[in-house]
């Protein structure tokens, strides 16, 4: 594959579920395991932070920032992990790893990727607020131009993290060098993928609601809605609708992750091809 289709690239992720369903529906048990790992992770820092703050403010307590943080890498760890997993099994499918999942070095790696990209957008998005409350009401300006920035920035750097687990390196200049010309095709790909994670997760949503208000009407599916209420009212719609939750999520996240291993596939096939 070494001529780029935005449109293959964003269907890449629908072909590896067709191919491994069973390794990505063996992946909501981690998500599983992850969430319950978060929800103890957070209750224990709470209250230690809690504790040493002499339970003040959270606004004025510290430890509590701290913890927050702590808990925001390990919710960005676990995501990684299940990204490292779909690029494991598109790049090195015959690496040891149990579901092709591992915690390890390209796990970590990721991890920093994301670390930096998610800085680099915070600063971004910070100058632009701070020169458009500089500038008044031209600001607005300036605020669209660092949002079309930054999806031209993001666009460039999208294939670090594949860059990451192929080559064992973090390497953004490599990234920004393989998309050079291809911003475009690389939009139409991203946008496009998009639009098919939404249309996946509005028919599982429609077909949800669906299912709830054929077998428990209205009062059932106004529940649904609530939320935590429906734990209380309709456990069983509540354990169906967390059961689709957990196994919707790294469908969504092989969706979302595996074009880019298309796109870094064709460029480095293309680049190869190029120096011969």
Do not use: K
Not at 72 to 95: H, K, N, T
Not at 202 to 226: K, N, P, Q, R
């Amino acid at each position: 594959m070494t001529e780029f289709s935005a449109s293959d690239a964003a269907l890449e992720g629908f072909h590896l579920i067709r191919r491994h369903w069973r390794v990505v529906l063996g992946w909501a048990g981690f998500v599983l395991l992850a969430l319950i790992m978060i929800v103890v992770v957070s209750a224990v820092l709470t209250v230690v932070a809690t504790a040493v703050g002499g339970g003040g403010d959270a606004t004025h307590n510290p430890a509590l920032d701290l913890a927050g943080v702590i808990i925001l890498l390990v919710i960005l760890f676990s995501q990684a992990i299940v990204a490292a997993g779909v690029f494991r099994l598109e790049m090195r499918p015959d690496e040891p790893a149990f579901l092709h999942l591992r915690l390890g070095g390209d796990e970590l790696r990721l991890l920093l990727v994301w670390l930096i990209a998610i800085t680099g957008a915070w600063v971004l998005g910070w100058a632009a607020t701070l020169v458009g409350h500089a500038l008044g009401a031209g600001g607005g300006w300036i605020e669209l131009f660092a949002a079309v920035l930054g999806i031209y920035f993001g666009l460039r750097f999208s294939l670090a993290a594949p860059i990451s687990f192929a080559e064992r390196r973090v390497d953004f200049s490599r990234s920004w060098r393989l998309t050079r010309g291809r911003t475009l095709g690389l939009l139409g790909m991203t946008a496009l993928s998009l639009c098919l994670i939404g249309l996946v997760t509005l028919a599982v949503v429609v077909a949800m609601a669906l299912a709830v208000l054929a077998f428990g009407g209205l009062d059932a599916l106004a529940s649904a809605i609530g939320g935590r209420e429906a734990l209380e009212t309709h456990p069983g719609v509540f354990l169906l609708g967390f059961a689709v939750e957990i196994v919707l999520t790294p469908v969504l996240w092989t969706l979302g992750v595996a074009p880019a291993v298309a796109a870094y596939r064709a460029f480095t096939e293309g680049e190869a091809t190029a120096e011969r």
